[in-house]
């Protein structure tokens, strides 16, 4: 479950988008990670906070060009499904997981088909 939280936060900060986009994707993700921390996740590496940076959001504001119209829309998708996962009540295990799964669906849901051109955003 932690692999799945850290696999798609970094899939996330990896995404282009426009810039109201890529505001909802920071938000969500934001708050998913920090839902999480407090269902007991723990990041594996201590220097990665698991948050969404403004230098990324900045990098998916920059890329919006190489998405197609309906590259952009998945990405507002995928915005929206992140942002509608529900804290934990109980900061259970299995909470936790269930908050991965639903985390992990959305990137399968909304995320799957877009070009490398607008998914790599990412300073080289």
């Known amino acids: 479950m932690k692999k799945v939280l850290i696999g798609l936060a970094a899939m996330a900060s990896l995404t282009a988008c426009g810039s109201s986009v890529c ?3 920071k938000d969500g993700v934001n708050k998913v990670t920090s839902q999480a921390k407090a269902c007991g996740f723990v990041q594996e590496d201590p220097d990665d906070t698991g948050e969404y940076t403004d230098a990324q959001e900045k990098l998916c504001e920059s890329a919006m060009e190489r998405c197609s119209d309906s590259e952009k829309k998945m990405l507002e998708d ?3 499904c992140v942002n509608d996962i529900p804290a934990c009540k ?4 299995a909470e936790l997981d269930a908050m991965g799964v639903k985390y992990n669906k959305c990137g399968v849901d909304h ?3 877009i070009s ?3 998914f ?3 300073a080289e």
């Open 23 to 25: 505001e909802k994707i």
């Open 78 to 80: 995928f915005a929206d």
């Open 90 to 93: 109980s900061a259970s295990e």
């Open 111 to 113: 995320l799957q088909g």
């Open 116 to 118: 490398e051109a607008c």
């Open 120 to 122: 790599r955003v990412r």
